[in-house]
């Protein structure tokens, strides 16, 4: 298959990424310097090291290599008057992504607007304008060798008030905007658009532990979702079922775990008074909260209905699991929790656009339109109806 220039666009980005690697850690530090002080969490999604730039390389690669999704013949019907009517996929137009922190989001969630034929405006937080400034401008290197204008891929350096003028006035005639980030930045965008937002990156997980569930595996998963604390897919809360045999001695062994690892454990009086190691929260707040941070919130529930209920009333409609070994149950968790991924007996840290093989995402969105769940390229498109005639008339 012929490389298309969009493909040429992002092999040139992923070269220029490989050769001025010591360049970007260089501007990456800058940015961690300042960022001194900084709550861990914001400084690990803003660093940039090698194993990152390799990452951000091989998404471009694998964009590339992804089949192009404009233009897409979605319907093609010929009436009998041999009046053709065709629905193609189209480009949304100018794309803004607003994020916090993380580098990568310039290159990665660019490239997936960019392949499916969209402008793509970027806004990235303050702490991390060295590094963002500069993979902009490689961006623009790579376009403009391709024949692109380079502003086809823009960086926006605007100030919170700027930036709300910016999304209400529409002087920049934005299609769409994506906000990737925690609550506040996602609720400053819906809060002050006057253009359509894809609400995205939002996590608050649950999982729930079945009576009848491998409390090995159950243990493996909980640690698994813990693993990194800044991550829009980390588990949150944990839901056990009060019928697991054995409950306060399993308990106590998924807290002490957990403990090990430096995660600080969080409950209500019902779990203290199983596992005193828990800390006692009673605030019905801290069920809405996404954590971004080492803590974790155990609940004791009745059944599966129950465990249902809860997730859909609290969580953030990005990921659930429920660990157990009946696939019954299972099935009924995972048509009703009103989540974007919902897994039985695995990990929700899989849900990421390259882990589900659709390549680099834009977002995870948490909506139901346009999409749900990772956005890749094929999502970042729309419709347009194409008429072609020889004078026919209505009649």
Known sequence: MALSSKDNVLL?????????????????????????????????????????????????????????????????????????????????????????????????????????????????????????????????????????????????????????????ENRHHVDIIIPRGGDALIEFVTGNSSVPVIVSGRGNNFMYLDENCDVEMAARLILNGKQRISVCNALDKVLVNRGMPGLTEKLSCFVSQLLDK?????????????????????????????????????????????????????????SAVIVTEEKAKADIFMQRVDCAAVYHNASMRFTDGGQFGVGAEIAISTQKLHFRGPLGSQELVTNKWFIYGKGQVRK
């Open 12 to 168: 040139g980005l992923a070269d220029l990424l490989n050769k001025n690697r010591l360049e970007i850690l260089h501007r990456n530090r800058l940015d961690m310097e300042a960022a001194d002080g900084s709550d861990e969490s914001l400084k690990d999604r803003l660093k940039v090291d090698g194993r990152k730039i390799d990452g951000m390389i091989r998404s471009l690669r694998e964009v590339a290599a992804q089949e192009d999704p404009e233009g897409k013949i979605l319907y093609d019907f010929t009436r009998d008057d041999g009046l053709r009517v065709v629905n193609r996929s189209v480009p949304f137009g100018t794309i803004l992504i607003i994020y916090e922190s993380r580098p990568d989001v310039t290159i990665e969630a660019a490239a997936t607007a960019f392949k499916a034929g969209n402008r793509v405006l970027l806004k990235g937080g303050k702490e991390s304008l060295q590094t963002n400034s500069y993979l902009t401008e490689l961006w623009q290197q790579s376009l403009s060798s391709n024949g692109y204008d380079p502003n086809f891929v823009e960086y926006l350096n605007l100030s919170r008030d700027e930036t709300r003028r910016l999304i209400r």
């Open 262 to 318: 430096g995660i600080e454990v969080w409950g209500n009086s019902e779990t203290v008074s199983h596992c005193a190691q828990i800390r006692e929260i009673e605030d019905e707040a801290v069920l809405y909260e996404e954590f971004l941070a080492p803590k974790i919130y155990f609940s004791l529930v009745g059944d599966l209905d129950e465990a249902i209920s809860m997730i859909n009333r609290y969580s953030g409609g990005h």
